[in-house]
């Protein structure tokens, strides 16, 4: 059923048409779809646009983003400084390029630790007996109890601030939900006739495990997964506001922010550009996101 | 008699999870924390002798064996007793306390206010064709795009600077309450009405909405008097999730806006690995979460019978 959900992204612009999946499609009719789904074109687009300003941040500005000089501070954007300068005269167009980098590593990185972590515990849950899945399901209950934002900072008082432990705790704020889908689905799957099947033609345990129930068991996860990169993209933007991020000089989305936040009146540019660029990914990320997860249930949006 | 069972289960489960939650930072604290009796003399910074360092860990039983001081720990938090902080040098649960009072102003009224709007949104915007539906949708989607912080940052911008309506941050008045509520109000009403939209949206199809409306019941009565009650009790579930979402928007919403309260204390606390106080206010978390849902699930069973089974 939800195949579609890992299809190639030419397939993206077919809302509804499965039959139309072959995407050999003429011009006129891509031009067609990106009619009928500008937003799916403009959050793919952008999208793109970071993925080649955290590759190769040097192709889009040649301005240092460290550089600072006192005499340049808290210039308006104008035709040198695309978005102006920020409190020590540093370019904040080179600032926000340089800073794509980060965001998108840590959301995708702390998305697949918890991934990676939640479906371990989930299997383990589903498939490990009676008395672990109790353990696992109190367990999990505890850490439900925490608001995401308040268990990365328990994580990161323990461990330490840092890029890593950043990555760390949004990661372990993602597993407690992550780890329920998983035992939720794998105890469907552990039931299912092919599991069945597997186990009379004699495949061993661990066969079994890797080769059916893994790949099925993480499929609701899969779905959302584009979901949960967006969800950490913001998660580590409010943390590095918060001041959990990589230290002062280093550009990053949250932390410009953060400082901007105190010449509001006086600079709003050092605000609304790490703001608008923020909002803008998780909103295109979600963007993708939902299609991906309507079309694996066959709706539209 | 059921009802009773229902709270003995539920009473029993939340014991279990704060036993846990306990045993969890116990360990943590052990694991990581480093040597407690260096922590308590102020840090490695601080130099202290060994002598002095010996003193520290007879005085606070650190000699004693692992399942000796485990049991220790357990009996203070039972009565009570939270540590002392590292950095304010008071007991945390005086701290914890002291706080409190900001974040349930803030909490609550944001809470009312955004289930205000959900029900606005929702009672309007329910059952209004695959167009307006869809739209909502759009907006809903838009809406929750966008960080709490940027939301926050944005109405500053917006109501203080430009408009100059209302106090940039602090706490004097009533007025410097109007920021920090809406920042926290306006992505859990938007959750809120999502759920209760869709809700809302199935329950304007039951036969006896038809029964209303052949009644002569207008579409204000239909919506209020009979939908309504129905799509409450999903909502009445999402309880424990929406106040762990105010909660948890507490910590950005008080740090930006300068404002005292609970969250604000777990930044500066984790900011300066205050380890005894982030443990306190974790295990206090941990407690109003546990209170929450059961009364929320005591509610759900009294207004819906079926949940009695669950």
Do not use: C
Not at chain 2, 163 to 180: D, H, I, K, N, T
């Amino acid at each position: 059923m939800s195949t579609a959900a890992l299809a190639p992204a030419g397939q993206f612009f077919s809302p509804i048409e499965p039959e139309e999946d072959v995407v050999l499609a003429a011009p006129a009719q891509v031009h067609r779809r990106i009619r009928r789904r500008p937003a799916l074109v403009l959050a793919a687009a952008w999208l793109v646009l970071l993925v080649l300003f955290a590759l190769v941040p040097d192709a889009f500005t040649r301005l240092d983003p460290l550089a600072a000089d006192a005499g340049q501070a808290f210039l308006a954007p104008a035709a040198d400084h695309w978005l102006g300068t920020d409190e020590n005269g540093r370019d904040l167009l080179s600032r926000m390029i340089h800073g794509t980098g980060i965001s998108l590593v840590v959301g995708l990185a702390a998305t697949l630790i918890g991934l990676a972590i939640g479906s371990a515990i989930g299997l383990l849950a589903a498939l490990g007996g009676r008395i672990a899945d109790h353990l696992t399901g109190r367990l999990l209950d505890a850490l439900m109890a925490f608001p995401d934002q308040l268990l990365a900072l328990v994580i990161i008082t323990f461990f330490g601030q840092g890029t890593t432990n950043l990555i760390l705790a949004i990661a372990f704020a993602m597993v407690p939900r992550n780890a329920r889908l998983v035992r939720a689905q794998a105890l469907l799957v552990r039931r299912s006739g092919y599991v069945e099947a597997a186990q009379t033609l004699g495949l061993s345990r661990f066969a079994i495990l890797w080769r059916h129930i893994l790949p099925n068991a993480l499929k609701p996860l899969l779905i959302i997964l584009p979901l949960s990169v967006g969800n950490s993209i913001a998660a580590s933007a409010g943390l590095s506001f918060l001041g959990f991020g990589a230290p002062p000089p280093a550009p990053e989305w949250g932390a410009i922010l953060a400082v901007g936040r105190n010449y509001l009146p006086e600079a709003w540019w050092l605000v609304a550009a790490p703001a608008l660029a923020i909002t803008l990914t998780v909103l295109a990320i979600t963007v993708i996101g939902r299609t991906l997860r309507a079309r694996s249930e066959g709706r539209a949006w | 008699m059921t009802l009773l069972r229902t709270l003995a289960t539920r009473l029993a489960s939340g014991v279990l999870v704060l036993w846990i939650v306990a045993t969890l930072t116990f360990g943590a604290m052990h694991a990581t924390a480093g040597d407690p009796a260096i922590a308590i003399l102020g840090g490695p910074d601080a130099l202290p002798t060994q002598a002095v360092v010996e003193e520290v860990r007879r005085e606070y039983g650190l000699n004693d064996p692992l399942p000796v001081q485990y049991a220790r720990y357990l009996g203070r938090l039972l009565s009570g007793d939270l540590g002392e902080s590292y950095r304010l040098r008071t007991p945390v649960t005086s701290a914890i306390l002291e706080q409190l009072g900001s974040t349930v102003v803030l909490g609550g009224i944001a809470g009312v206010l955004a289930l205000a709007i959900a029900l606005g949104l929702a009672l309007v915007g329910a059952g209004r064709g695959p167009r307006v539906g869809g739209a909502i949708t759009a907006v809903e989607v838009v809406i929750t795009a966008v960080p709490n912080f940027v939301i926050g940052v944005g109405l500053m911008f917006l109501l203080a600077f430009q408009l100059r309506l209302v106090p940039v941050a602090g706490e004097q008045g009533w007025a410097s309450l109007v920021l920090p509520v809406l920042t926290l109000a306006i992505p859990s009403s938007i959750v809120m009405a999502q759920v209760l939209r869709s809700e809302l949206d199935e329950v304007l199809e039951q036969p006896f909405i038809l029964t209303a409306r052949a009644r002569g019941l207008g579409e204000a009565g239909v919506r209020v008097l009979h939908a309504l009650r129905h799509a409450v009790i999903p909502l009445l579930t999402l309880a424990g999730y929406v106040f762990g979402f105010l909660l948890g928007g507490t910590v950005i919403t008080e740090t930006l806006f300068a404002r005292r309260g609970i969250g604000r204390l777990m930044v500066d606390s984790a900011l300066t690995s205050d380890i005894p106080m982030v443990i306190g206010i974790s295990l206090f978390i941990a407690l109003s979460y546990v209170l929450v849902t059961l009364i929320v699930d005591l509610i759900a069973a009294a207004v819906d019978p079926r949940a009695r089974l669950a």
